[in-house]
């Protein structure tokens, strides 16, 4: 059961509230800016305001993370063709930030599913966003990075998921599904604009470990 509606803030933002049978609040940070709430179903309107005024600075970061990502793949996009490859710094710093943000994230996600981790790596690749091995080794690709926060959100929720099921599955999907409820909108965008941010990448990189 679950239900949606329209609020604003106190800074006359609007964001867009889900309430369904679950336990917490949590705040995402759509592709497009669009800024959306899932609560529990008996929270009032007043809890849910009140929650995002409190994680107000939070929003403000991620919604200047996701302007610089957009920049990022905008420039990608109309120099495809002629936009030179990545620079090795570039690559570099992604991987820094993909170090700190990703495995934050993991750690998150993996606490939530009761799943057990092993390794992170952070990897230069042209043929997969992220993997897991049967031992709990994950890794994860640096141009996650330039994508949407919950594209990210996404990638990590599928490895971790291939803890309990090493496949693609019903009920592979059903895990993410319950971790990432918009799944499906995410994979979609990796679709369309995974392969300019993968093109970008030196052709070394493909053979890099």
Not at 50 to 71: A, C, G, M, N, P
Not at 91 to 107: N, V
Not at 140 to 164: K, S, T
Request: glycine share 6%; with cysteine.
């Amino acid at each position: 059961m679950w239900w949606n509606r329209k609020c604003t803030d106190a800074n006359a933002r609007t964001f867009d509230v889900i309430r369904s049978r679950r336990k917490s609040l949590a705040i995402e940070i759509q592709g497009n800016g669009d800024i959306l709430v899932r609560a529990p179903l008996e929270i009032s309107d007043r809890g849910i305001l009140r929650f995002v005024r409190d994680h107000e600075d939070w929003i403000e970061k991620k919604l200047r993370e996701l302007k610089r990502r957009q920049s990022d793949l905008e420039e990608s996009e109309q120099g495809q063709g002629e936009k030179s490859a990545y620079s090795e710094e570039e690559l570099r710093e992604l991987t820094k930030r993909a170090r700190k943000i990703l495995r934050e994230k993991t750690d998150h996600y993996a606490r939530q599913m009761g799943a057990e981790v092993n390794r992170i790596a952070i990897r230069r690749q042209r043929s997969r966003w992220g993997s897991c091995s049967s031992k709990g080794n994950l890794n994860f690709n640096c141009l996650l990075m330039l994508c949407p926060d919950q594209v990210q959100d996404y990638v990590v929720v599928h490895e971790l998921a291939h803890r309990f099921e090493m496949n693609h599955s019903a009920a592979f999907w059903q895990i993410v599904e319950n971790y990432c409820p918009d799944y499906r909108g995410s994979r979609a965008w990796l679709k369309e604009h995974g392969g300019r941010l993968i093109a970008r990448l030196p052709e070394k990189e493909s053979r890099r470990r």
